[in-house]
């Protein structure tokens, strides 16, 4: 709500404000006793104080003096409370009669300054505290003004506010625009929104095509997560079939079977093709490495499906299911560049190395395509 808002100290925690007016700073509640019988017991030194009227014991004089040590400070971290509340701009207002009330807030910031006078003496200065400054404005008095009187009081050294409200405005602007942001962001969901902008969105009739193929490359990346690149290839039909059996994600294919067959043929190829043998000899590092890192107003969150060492240097690897011809491997592979300079920043800034180079693996074909590190 564009409005003032009058609230206490203790209402207002967790709150923040443009510009917020601590009211009434002259004035406090000194720590003390105000009953005439006081009984305190201190469980720390075991000790019991009693207070009758003007009459106390040993064990009294030092447990009212710890207690107005302790409320003292409790109200300095009510006085935090209250300055930092303000976004731009605070302002204390006092209203001075010749001197401060014990325990008011004015006495505790003149105490953090080091002031010897009087704060509210007449004198107007700008007051040093550690690397700020407080502009110090005193206001002379005015007479109040009758209830039935229709004379206003003229305001008196009013604040300027223009540059915070300019200032609030276009942080306004910018957190409505924000909102509108997601927060997170993808290289696969960048490469995706691009196709659909490019094509101008998907058939229906060819969305089971792509559901099909989705799952196929599910179901192909965790089969290789956990596949020994150093064991024998001759059986893992086998090892295929079973990994299949234990995966519910089976029930979303209308044809099982021919999922199979598919996938099988797939990893065929894959199985004796170059960027297999190049794999089955590197050091791997880590498959289906998850990341999350700040990129320019958003969260850039993926995973990276292989990252090897060969020879001591870094690489990264990218499996892809698409069905495509090899005359179209290269225009395929600028499709995902963006998304593999995302992985590379990514590793580079979490390992502090540099990458050697980012390689596509099309499993249906056996084949790599090796993205410019540039």
């Not at 700008?126 to 700020?132: A, D, K, R, S, V």
């Not at 229906?204 to 965790?222: D, F, V, W």
């Not at 998850?290 to 690489?315: A, C, H, N, S």
Request: aromatic residues 8%; contains cysteine; glycine residues 6%.
């Amino acid at each position: 709500v564009d409005a003032v808002r009058i609230m206490s100290i203790h209402k207002s925690k967790g709150l923040e404000f443009p510009v917020v007016i601590l009211a009434f700073c002259q004035s406090g509640n000194p720590p003390g006793e105000r009953d005439q019988v006081v009984i305190r017991q201190d469980w720390s030194t075991n000790l019991t104080g009693i207070r009758m009227g003007g009459s106390r014991d040993l064990a009294s004089v030092y447990l009212a003096e710890k207690t107005r040590l302790r409320e003292t400070e409790e109200e300095k971290r009510v006085l935090y409370v209250a300055m930092t509340r303000a976004r731009e701009h605070l302002r204390f207002s006092a209203a001075y009669n010749g001197r401060l009330s014990g325990g008011s807030l004015l006495t505790h910031v003149q105490e953090a300054l080091g002031e010897t006078e009087n704060l509210l003496e007449d004198r107007d200065n700008i007051l040093t505290l550690g690397e700020g400054a407080i502009l110090k404005q005193l206001v002379s008095k005015t007479e109040p003004v009758a209830l039935s009187s229709p004379a206003k009081i003229p305001p008196q050294n009013p604040m300027d506010l223009k540059h915070f409200t300019k200032t609030w405005a276009i942080r306004r602007k910018t957190c409505e625009t924000l909102q509108k942001t997601l927060l997170f962001t993808s290289p696969t969901l960048e490469i995706n929104q691009a196709e659909a902008f490019t094509k101008g969105g998907i058939p229906p009739e060819e969305s089971r095509i792509i559901t099909n193929g989705k799952l196929i490359g599910n179901l192909a990346h965790r089969f290789l997560e956990r596949w020994d690149f150093s064991s024998d290839i001759q059986h893992f039909s086998d090892r295929l079939h079973h990994f299949l059996n234990g995966q519910p994600a089976l029930e979303m294919a209308e044809d099982a079977d021919r999922l199979f067959s598919e996938m099988l043929q797939i990893f065929k190829v894959f199985f004796h093709s170059a960027p297999y043998r190049e794999l089955a000899g590197a050091t791997i590092l880590g498959r289906e490495v998850p990341f999350l890192i700040p990129w320019e107003e958003q969260v850039l969150k993926g995973t990276i499906d292989m990252l090897y060492e060969r020879e001591g240097r870094l690489y990264i690897a990218d499996y892809k299911t698409d069905r495509v011809q090899p005359k179209d491997l290269k225009t395929k592979a600028q499709i995902y560049q963006p998304q593999l300079r995302h992985y590379r920043a990514a590793v580079q800034r979490a390992l502090k190395r540099e990458v050697a180079g980012l390689k596509l693996i099309f499993l249906r074909l056996g084949a790599e395509i090796e993205i410019p590190n540039d």
